[in-house]
């Protein structure tokens, strides 16, 4: 099934917004302190992938659905 035009508008709205957000979260996470970034090798994605998931963790809730039906709706997407 494709998704309707109106909902892959909105799909790409949120997604273009939170992209500055994580971006902002993987650079204040690499400069924490809380990883020896340094014994990384830069040309893998090691440290990459996990800035990026841990950002993505942080914002996982960003555009939770406040009203419990809709959270079980969320519920049920993460086994498909």
Do not use: W
Not at 66 to 72: I, N, P, R, S
């Amino acid at each position: 099934m494709n998704m309707n035009r109106a909902h892959q508008k909105k799909v790409a709205e949120l997604i273009n917004n939170l992209v500055p957000v994580l971006k902002t979260t993987c650079k204040r996470l690499y400069a924490s302190g809380a990883l020896d970034v340094d014994s990384y090798n830069p040309k893998e994605s090691v440290l990459a992938k996990i800035l990026v998931t841990a950002a993505m963790k942080q914002h996982s809730d960003d555009y939770s659905p406040l009203d419990e039906a809709h959270k079980q709706e969320l519920r049920n997407l993460k086994y498909f």
